[in-house]
T-cell receptor, first 113, second 111 residues
């Protein structure tokens, strides 16, 4: 079956702009979570959605937001981009609260210039 | 906050066994995972173990969990050049906690 699909694969934005990233989970998975990966901070949890509801949020400013649709697809949005937002953004889906692990997509590489 | 610690680098000879270690601080960790990341790629789930287990074996991979010491290890038998990657240890208490990752261990294979 198809894996977790993230689009776009690469993105270049200018400081101050906003960006929307998309994630399509594995069919049947209702939980979608987002992570930011940077060389300095490593992998950090952004937020987790289940059945269109945000259940938890990591320690990120309000410029980072997300949503989940009825088909479990998720989007995350970053407003007023800063240079420090340059990172690999990874989406993960799971069947049931991670009991069988989280399957990650290939990520979206965001560069802010 | 909760923390997961790993060594940054491990160098092994091709054909030998690799042992990657991880320690965590969250006593409520329920699920523990090992992920592999190759250059330019996302994270590949290698294996996972529940906190009520001591060991799990899956082909060349063996996971050992010492819950008392909060220590997790991943042994890769007969290490090959294709095993060269960054290996991440991660834990979660379950529910909507999200994963807490270590910084990753770069596995370097010497011919």
């Amino acid at each position: 079956k198809a894996g977790v699909t993230q689009t776009p694969r690469y993105l270049i934005k200018t400081r101050g702009q906003q960006v929307t990233l998309s994630c399509s989970p594995i069919s049947g998975h209702r939980s979608v979570s987002w992570y930011q990966q940077t060389p300095g901070q490593g992998l950090q949890f952004l937020f987790e959605y289940f059945s269109e509801t945000q259940r938890n949020k990591g320690n990120f400013p309000g410029r980072f937001s997300g949503r989940q649709f009825s088909n479990s697809r998720s989007e995350m949005n970053v407003s007023t981009l800063e240079l420090g937002d340059s990172a690999l953004y990874l989406c993960a889906s799971s069947f049931g609260q991670g009991i069988y692990g989280y399957t990650f997509g290939s990520g979206t590489r965001l560069t802010v210039v | 906050g909760e923390d997961v610690e790993q060594s940054l680098f491990l160098s092994v000879r091709e054909g030998d066994s690799s042992v990657i270690n991880c320690t965590y601080t969250d006593s409520s960790s329920t699920y523990l995972y090992w992920y592999k990341q190759e250059p330019g790629a996302g994270l590949q789930l290698l294996t996972y173990i529940f906190s009520n287990m001591d060991m799990k074996q899956d082909q060349r991979l063996t996971v050992l969990l010492n819950k008392k010491d909060k220590h997790l290890s991943l042994r890769i038998a007969d290490t090959q050049t294709g095993d060269s990657a960054i290996y991440f240890c991660a834990e979660t208490g379950g529910g909507a906690d999200g994963l807490t990752f270590g910084k990753g261990t770069h596995l370097i294979i010497q011919p």
